[in-house]
T-cell receptor, first 115, second 116 residues
Framework: QKEVEQDPGPLSVPEGAIVSLNCTYSNSAFQYFMWYRQYSRKGPELLMYTYSSGNKEDGRFTAQVDKSSKYISLFIRDSQPSDSATYLCAIRPTNYNFGNEKLTFGTGTRLTIIP | DTGVSQDPRHKITKRGQNVTFRCDPI?????LYWYRQTLGQGPEFLTY????????KSRLLSDRFSAERPKGSFSTLEIQRTEQGDSAMYLCASSEYLAQANEKLFFGSGTQLSVL
């Protein structure tokens, strides 16, 4: 079983729609959760960062974490064509020992917003 | 502050050749990471440095791969005797590590390697 599972899509929605992107993870030791956006031929760009269960909002983006279900989500409201990109979830454990601090990424979901 | 810089952006090489990539992190970032990403997959961790010390290497990093970060500034990733399976995007990221809860990685645009 992979440590992080993410539906690769592709996902196409009309402009203005609400988008829901999801990941599940297997290890309860993972405590830090991030969402990255990656445009074609570019490096990932950090969108959201959270370490607690519940919702965190930033503009049109909301990150949701449910640690009891090991489930994380990213919602995009009023989606725009410029939101078309691959969205990657990334997680990291709580472990202060060197050697176990790396980010583990999902496979990414390719999103297209249709004008 | 111009972000994380990687050079070259693209590299085409023949199987068996050696290649070297360079990463310049955001200034004063003490941590530097190397990841590899293939088409349709998320980035996979290769190795990371805190200042000049290499703290962890993935099992993906065979003995043909070596990374250095002399003086704790820029880093180089060398692949010797390249194989077609090495074709991927090599991503560098840096962070200002003060406490684990606050560490955020900033990525460069990557070096796309094609091994013919």
């Amino acid at each position: 079983q992979k440590e992080v599972e993410q539906d690769p899509g592709p996902l196409s929605v009309p402009e203005g729609a609400i988008v829901s992107l999801n990941c599940t993870y297997s290890n309860s030791a993972f405590q830090y959760f991030m969402w990255y956006r990656q445009y074609s031929r570019k490096g990932p760009e950090l969108l959201m960062y959270t370490y607690s269960s519940g919702n965190k909002e930033d503009g049109r983006f909301t990150a949701q974490v449910d640690k009891s279900s090991k489930y994380i989500s990213l919602f995009i409201r009023d989606s725009q064509p410029s939101d078309s990109a691959t969205y990657l979830c990334a997680i990291r454990p709580t472990n202060y020992n060197f050697g176990n601090e790396k980010l583990t990424f999902g496979t990414g979901t390719r999103l297209t917003i249709i004008p | 502050d111009t972000g994380v810089s990687q050079d070259p952006r693209h590299k085409i090489t023949k199987r068996g050749q050696n290649v070297t990539f360079r990463c310049d992190p955001i200034s004063e970032h003490n941590r530097l990471y190397w990841y590899r990403q293939t088409l349709g997959q998320g980035p996979e961790f290769l190795t990371y440095f805190q200042n000049e010390a290499q703290l962890e290497k993935s099992r993906l990093l065979s003995d043909r791969f070596s990374a250095e970060r002399p003086k704790g500034s820029f880093s180089t990733l060398e692949i010797q005797r390249t194989e077609q399976g090495d074709s991927a995007m090599y991503l560098c990221a840096s962070s200002e590590y003060l406490a684990q809860a606050n560490e955020k990685l900033f990525f460069g645009s990557g070096t796309q390697l094609s091994v013919l």
